[in-house]
Every structure is written in structure tokens, then in C-alpha cells.
């Protein structure tokens, strides 16, 4: 089966341990992000929309309460980005790219190093610091805007859309960041079919994960009693490894053409097996000429 497949992919390919080191860059590289996408903020009204936004999707949805200490302290950090130069952002935005470039090694690793052209590692890296954040925060902000409105729209129906959106608001920022990383960051892709429905995949994935995350291993009481005060440093470190793991399972899916045959609903071009059956089927039977007798 696919699934086992992309598995034995996954593990062929270093997944936990690249898993561990994007992990390690995602920490490092989370103040950079959120400084250059504050510091775009302050030049667009959009921008500054969908970062408010996409920081209150990552840090409520994504972050356990227990780690929220640590993002806290980054995002109070990250208003030191208002005075930076261009130089600076240059420098932040080379170093983010370079970055970038361990999660397109990843990629590579577990597709069997396909290679690249430059235009297309600058490609996935702009993908996964600009777009994805981008389109995340748009996402999310007109999933709220609605909410909001029919909350304010029918006040009686308060807690009925606050429970019907939560799982949208979630879900569908987080599918369509899925599908434009393994659209576009691994080598070769070209359909649509596959990133998506290995991205339906890898979100139901993470949401397990961060049910047990959040519930189960934050709440051990030898974690605390260990750690203390510094309790959120570990549990952002595993929570970042989990989820980089899911999103590198989910390329192995992807690798592995996992849902390339899928058929939309509600139309789209028939696979050639099946429209060689559709002509067939549609082609008339000549009848044999009667005999005279």
C-alpha cells in the first residue's frame, strides 16, 4: 500500500533526522521570519493583515499552551525589526534562504536527489518564507472575518459557530499551506492531485499529534518537575520535530504518487484508462449481415 510505501521512503530517506535538524533551524530561524514580516508589515496594510493573522494561527493552533512562554518572549522581540535597514532585511532574507535550503535537501533526500536548477531552489524558498505565510494569514483572517460576522449577524448562535469554525480555521490554512510546499518545493511535481490529498492526509496527522502533544506529554508531571520554569523549551522542541516529521512523511507520499488518481467530484479530466473505456463503451456494435435463406 501506498501509505506503507511512503513510509519505508520516509525512513530510507533520513526523515528523523532531517526531521531533527529542520526542527533545530525552525527555532532558529522563527524570530528572523517573523522580524521581516513585521518589518513588511509596516509597509502594507495587506501584509500587516495577513501577519497578525498568520501569527495567531501559528501560535494558537500549531504552539501547546505549555510553549507559549518561549514564542511570547520572540514576539516581543520581533518589534525590534521596525528600525532595520534594508541592508539588514537583505542579510535576514540570505540567511533565511539558506535556511530554506535544508528543507529542499530534505525533500531531495527522500524523492532520490533529483536535480536542481538555482531558479529552483530560490523558487522553494520564497515559497516556504513568503507565500505559505502569506496565504496562511489571508486564510485564516477571512475564515475569523466570517466567523465574526455571523457571530455578529445572530449573537444567539454565538457558541454554535465558535465550535463550527474552529475546525475550518484550522484545517483549511493548514491544507493549503500542505499542498503549495509539496506543489512546489519538491522537484518534478506537476499535478495538484497528489500534494492535495497527501495534505488532507498530513493535517489529519498533525491534528492527532497535537491532541497528544498538548494533552498527554506537556501534562507529565516528571516533565515539569525535571524542567521546572523551562518546561516550554522541550516541548516546542518536540512539537517542532513532530510536526516537520508529518510534513516529511507527507512528501514521501507525494514521492510515492499517493491520491494522483484521485477523481474530483465534481468534474475534471478523466484518467486515459478511463476514457479509453468511455470510447469503447460509446462505440457502436456492428451487427453481423443477415443470411439468406
Same mark, same amino acid.
Given at each position: 500500500?501506498?501509505?506503507?510505501?511512503?513510509?519505508?521512503?520516509?525512513?530510507?530517506?533520513?526523515?528523523?533526522?532531517?526531521?531533527?535538524?529542520?526542527?533545530?533551524?525552525?527555532?532558529?530561524?522563527?524570530?528572523?521570519?517573523?522580524?521581516?514580516?513585521?518589518?513588511?508589515?509596516?509597509?502594507?496594510?495587506?501584509?500587516?493583515?495577513?501577519?497578525?493573522?498568520?501569527?495567531?494561527?501559528?501560535?494558537?493552533?500549531?504552539?501547546?499552551?505549555?510553549?507559549?512562554?518561549?514564542?511570547?518572549?520572540?514576539? *516581543? +522581540?520581533?518589534?525590534?525589526? &521596525? %528600525?532595520?535597514?534594508?541592508? $539588514?532585511?537583505?542579510? @535576514? /532574507?540570505?540567511?533565511?534562504? #539558506?535556511?530554506?535550503?535544508?528543507?529542499?535537501?530534505?525533500?531531495?533526500?527522500?524523492?532520490?536527489?533529483?536535480?536542481?536548477?538555482?531558479?529552483?531552489?530560490?523558487?522553494?524558498?520564497?515559497?516556504?518564507?513568503?507565500?505559505?505565510?502569506?496565504?496562511?494569514?489571508?486564510?485564516?483572517?477571512?475564515?475569523?472575518?466570517?466567523?465574526?460576522?455571523?457571530? *455578529? +449577524?445572530?449573537?444567539?448562535? &454565538? %457558541?454554535?459557530?465558535?465550535? $463550527?469554525?474552529?475546525? @475550518? /480555521?484550522?484545517?483549511?490554512? #493548514?491544507?493549503?499551506?500542505?499542498?503549495?510546499?509539496?506543489?512546489?518545493?519538491?522537484?518534478?511535481?506537476?499535478?495538484?492531485?497528489?500534494?492535495?490529498?497527501?495534505?488532507?492526509?498530513?493535517?489529519?496527522?498533525?491534528?492527532?499529534?497535537?491532541?497528544?502533544?498538548?494533552?498527554?506529554?506537556?501534562?507529565?508531571?516528571?516533565?515539569?518537575?525535571?524542567?521546572?520554569?523551562?518546561?516550554?523549551?522541550?516541548?516546542?522542541?518536540?512539537?517542532?520535530?513532530?510536526?516537520? /516529521?508529518?510534513?516529511?512523511?507527507?512528501?514521501?507520499?507525494?514521492?510515492?504518487?499517493?491520491?494522483?488518481?484521485?477523481?474530483?467530484?465534481?468534474?475534471?479530466?478523466?484518467?486515459?484508462?478511463?476514457?479509453?473505456?468511455?470510447?469503447?463503451?460509446?462505440?457502436?456494435?456492428?451487427?453481423?449481415?443477415?443470411?439468406?435463406?
Amino acid at each position: 500500500m501506498t501509505p506503507f510505501r511512503a513510509l519505508t521512503r520516509f525512513f530510507r530517506g533520513d526523515g528523523l533526522v532531517y526531521a531533527g535538524y529542520l526542527a533545530f533551524l525552525s527555532l532558529l530561524a522563527l524570530l528572523p521570519v517573523l522580524g521581516i514580516l513585521f518589518w513588511l508589515s509596516q509597509q502594507s496594510v495587506i501584509v500587516r493583515t495577513a501577519d497578525a493573522a498568520f501569527r495567531d494561527f501559528l501560535f494558537t493552533n500549531l504552539i501547546p499552551d505549555a510553549a507559549k512562554q518561549v514564542i511570547a518572549t520572540v514576539d *516581543r +522581540l520581533r518589534a525590534n525589526a &521596525r %528600525g532595520l535597514g534594508l541592508v $539588514a532585511i537583505a542579510i @535576514f /532574507a540570505g540567511d533565511l534562504l #539558506l535556511k530554506a535550503l535544508a528543507l529542499n535537501a530534505a525533500f531531495d533526500r527522500i524523492w532520490g536527489g533529483a536535480r536542481r536548477r538555482w531558479y529552483s531552489f530560490a523558487s522553494g524558498g520564497l515559497v516556504l518564507l513568503v507565500l505559505i505565510p502569506i496565504a496562511v494569514g489571508a486564510l485564516y483572517w477571512v475564515i475569523r472575518f466570517l466567523e465574526n460576522f455571523l457571530m *455578529r +449577524l445572530i449573537p444567539s448562535m &454565538r %457558541g454554535f459557530f465558535d465550535s $463550527a469554525f474552529d475546525p @475550518f /480555521a484550522i484545517a483549511i490554512p #493548514l491544507i493549503a499551506a500542505l499542498a503549495m510546499l509539496y506543489r512546489w518545493v519538491p522537484f518534478g511535481v506537476k499535478s495538484w492531485r497528489s500534494p492535495i490529498a497527501a495534505a488532507f492526509v498530513v493535517t489529519g496527522l498533525i491534528e492527532v499529534a497535537r491532541y497528544l502533544i498538548t494533552h498527554h506529554f506537556a501534562t507529565l508531571a516528571q516533565l515539569k518537575s525535571l524542567y521546572g520554569a523551562f518546561v516550554a523549551i522541550p516541548v516546542l522542541m518536540v512539537s517542532c520535530f513532530v510536526l516537520w /516529521a508529518l510534513v516529511l512523511y507527507g512528501a514521501a507520499l507525494v514521492a510515492e504518487g499517493f491520491g494522483k488518481n484521485f477523481r474530483w467530484p465534481f468534474g475534471g479530466k478523466s484518467s486515459p484508462g478511463r476514457a479509453r473505456n468511455v470510447k469503447a463503451s460509446a462505440t457502436p456494435v456492428k451487427k453481423p449481415p443477415a443470411t439468406q435463406t
